[in-house]
């Protein structure tokens, strides 16, 4: 059974600051998925990145994904409150399986 | 689009009783999945279907819990018995059939007592 882990499982920063989110797993991934989700509402699609040391930017967001393929990270610079979510990847196996992490919970003061 | 519709949003209910969740997906998607959210085990997939047929409905965790897909835009979810442990926000999402985004639906936050 393939795990992923997220990490860290909370994060509180300022506004403006800058944070790292992580999503790893024993196993290789065929491509991954980060998502966010807002309270009440279902997730939404960020990005998606298939190719070992893939870097995708959306505005302030950078998406990494490990030359392995076991690892991905997620960048935002400069925090703003609107960024308050729970940010979850998504890894897809080769065989098949497909599995969310548990998520990360961040939450940006103003 | 109105996006994936489900219905109802929130549900309340005894033990035993017979839940039925409902999804209409984004039309013209081919495929459907179930999933749960809860906070000790995180966003959980049920079962998905592929052209209202189920493909994978391993994580169906017991018999209790059944899924259909009548025609391509109405599934159903049922839960017969319920149960306490049942209690999560169950959502559907939905995507077609050439690109890897899902469109996820706002979810049914049910309470079993």
């Known amino acids: 059974t393939q795990l992923l882990e997220q990490s860290p499982q909370f994060l509180s920063i300022q506004e403006g600051e800058n944070l790292t989110v992580y999503c790893n797993s024993s196993?290789?991934?065929?491509?991954l998925q980060w998502y966010r989700q807002e309270p009440g509402e279902g997730p939404v699609l960020l990005v998606t990145?298939?190719?070992?040391?893939e870097v995708k930017k959306l505005k302030r967001l950078t998406f990494q994904f490990g030359d392995a393929r076991k690892d991905s990270s997620l960048h935002i610079t400069a925090a703003q409150p609107g960024d308050t979510g729970l940010y979850l990847c998504?890894?897809?196996?080769?065989?098949?399986?497909?599995?969310f992490g548990a998520g990360t919970r961040l939450t940006v003061k103003p | 689009d109105a996006g994936v519709i489900q219905s109802p949003r929130h549900e309340v209910t005894e033990m035993g009783q017979e839940v039925t969740l409902r999804c209409k997906p984004i039309?013209?998607?081919?495929?459907l999945f179930w999933y749960r959210q809860t906070m000790m085990r995180g966003l959980e997939l049920l079962i998905y279907?592929?052209?209202?047929?189920?493909?994978?409905d391993s994580g169906m965790p017991e018999d209790r819990f059944s899924a259909k897909m009548p025609n391509a835009s109405f599934s159903t979810l049922k839960i017969q018995p319920s149960e306490p442990r049942d209690s999560a926000v169950y959502f559907c999402?939905?995507?077609?059939?050439?690109?890897?985004?899902?469109?996820f639906g706002p979810g049914t936050r049910l309470t079993v007592l």
């Open positions: 999402a939905s995507r077609g059939l050439y690109t890897d985004t899902q469109y």
């Open positions: 196993s290789v991934f065929s491509s």
């Open positions: 990145v298939v190719t070992g040391g």
């Open positions: 998504a890894g897809f196996f080769y065989n098949n399986d497909m599995r």
């Open positions: 039309s013209g998607h081919d495929y």
């Open positions: 279907f592929n052209n209202n047929v189920p493909i994978d």
